[in-house]
């Protein structure tokens, strides 16, 4: 089936900032006088926006009792430094300039819906892809698996639901498709693998971009 609007996650879809991300959190957690974490203690940690990933840091180096209030402080300092460095160490999957390119030629329109904070999502996109429309992380909407944000970009296009294609890495943004009734499809590339997902329900799932490419040549000719 054909496809008139395709919304992919951000963070280990389309942008590999798990190194990126580790190294603001360290930058704060060495602040702190707090242990450092590692790119794949991270790359768990992601998927439900900065404030779960911000409390999961804190239980795993030991720092998971500290008040509210500092825990809210240290979430405002890593959501400032990350603002201030979202670039650095932050690189498109390979084959990924060339999927999007290859999708808007097709007449296929693109947005970005992700759990970073909007202001960081839409200034990475802008960087790495120009103008793409973005929703990322918002006061007055619920973050994912909400639907809530994935509605309102399909409301924005005006495409009917079933000319939808939401793409995302992990169990969030799985549920987050089904919540809102759009084809949807994972990849293994990202922040969880193949394994990790086994179970987790989506019409497809590719471990490479040139297999997402292909299965959206295909759509484009059904």
């Known amino acids: ?86 670039i650095a160490y932050t690189k498109p999957y390979e084959g990924i300039s060339e999927l999007l390119a290859e999708a808007k030629r097709a007449g296929l329109e693109v947005a970005v819906f992700s759990n970073k904070p909007d202001a960081i999502a839409k200034r990475v996109i802008q960087h790495f892809f120009g103008d793409l429309q973005v929703r990322g ?12 944000g994935l509605n309102a970009l399909i409301e924005e296009a005006g495409v009917p639901r079933e000319r939808v294609l939401y793409v995302g890495d992990t169990e969030v943004d799985a549920q987050t498709g089904e919540n809102a009734g759009v084809e949807t499809w994972l990849v293994t590339y990202g922040f969880r693998s193949a394994e990790e997902l086994k179970d987790v329900r989506a019409q497809q799932r590719f471990a490479r971009v040139a297999d997402w490419a292909a299965a959206l040549r295909k759509a484009e000719r059904e």
């Open 137 to 148: 992380q918002r006061p007055d909407t619920p973050k994912k698996p909400d639907p809530t």
């Open 1 to 86: 089936m054909r496809f008139d609007l395709m919304i992919c996650d951000l963070d280990g879809t389309l942008l590999d900032t798990a190194t990126s991300i580790t190294v603001c959190l360290n930058r704060e957690l060495q602040k702190a006088q707090l242990p450092q974490i590692t790119v794949d203690e991270t790359k768990a940690f992601l998927g439900n926006g900065s404030k779960v990933l911000v409390e999961k840091t804190l239980a795993l180096v030991g720092a998971g009792d500290w008040p509210e209030e500092a825990k809210a402080q240290f979430l405002s300092d890593y959501d400032a430094d990350y603002l201030s460095h979202p």
